[in-house]
């Protein structure tokens, strides 16, 4: 945070981290079975407002416009920011990030990040974008475990950013990693305990 204060200036700083949580917060799946008339996602499944816990009302559609609209936000603020240049996308892309987890509307409890993780990818190194697909597919593949493929997915990322001399980006997603770690907790339980349920399991 340093270095962006010092290459951005404090306010253009300051700016780029509000529009960039502003933007990030805004939970589109509570908005969006509120507006199909499904009541408070919040309340079923896991109680989270991400396109996983949509997918649980057992409407596909909604689920699949949670899922993009959650990327998108963070695509936004990565993107319009970085007019300003890369530290601003940086800045604004993980304040999106941080928006979508702990948005102040929903008393800070928001979505896992996994969504909005692949959006701020998309802003900043779109090429990425396939990478991460790429490996989640192939987790998928042999494991059937949706979270444990997001999980190394995101764990991936910013080594192969550092290693291709994205650096400042690589640290950006390492912090963001590290987060999305920390949400995912309960899985990473569940995955070691044998009890996370698999991709095409019911309930």
């Known amino acids: 945070m340093d270095i962006l204060f010092w290459q951005l200036g404090l306010p253009a700083t300051l700016l780029c981290l509000a529009f960039g949580y502003l933007l990030g917060s805004i939970p589109f799946g509570l908005i969006l079975t509120r507006v199909a008339g499904l009541g408070d996602v919040r309340k079923i499944g896991s109680g989270n ?9 057992g409407n596909r559609k909604l689920a699949a416009a949670t899922l993009l609209l959650d990327a998108l936000k963070g695509t936004a ?5 970085s007019y300003w240049g890369g530290e601003a996308g940086i800045a604004a892309g993980f304040a999106a990030f941080l928006g979508h987890l702990f948005p102040v509307w929903l008393g800070f409890k928001g ?6 993780y692949i959006g701020v990818l998309l802003g900043l190194v779109p090429v990425m974008v396939l990478v ?5 597919l192939a987790v998928a593949k042999v494991t059937r475990y949706s979270s444990l493929s997001a999980l190394t997915a995101t764990a991936i990322i910013p ?15 390492a912090a963001m990693t590290a987060i999305s770690w920390i ?21």
């Open 159 to 173: 080594v192969i950013l550092y290693a291709t001399e994205y650096e400042k980006v690589a640290v950006l997603f």
């Open 49 to 57: 407002i991400g396109a996983t816990n949509v997918l649980r009302t």
């Open 132 to 136: 991460f697909a790429a490996i989640w």
């Open 77 to 81: 603020a990565a993107a319009i920011a």
């Open 111 to 116: 979505g896992k990040g996994v969504a909005t």
């Open 183 to 203: 949400k995912h907790r309960a899985n990473i339980q569940r995955l070691l305990s044998g009890t996370e349920s698999r991709i095409g399991e019911k309930g």
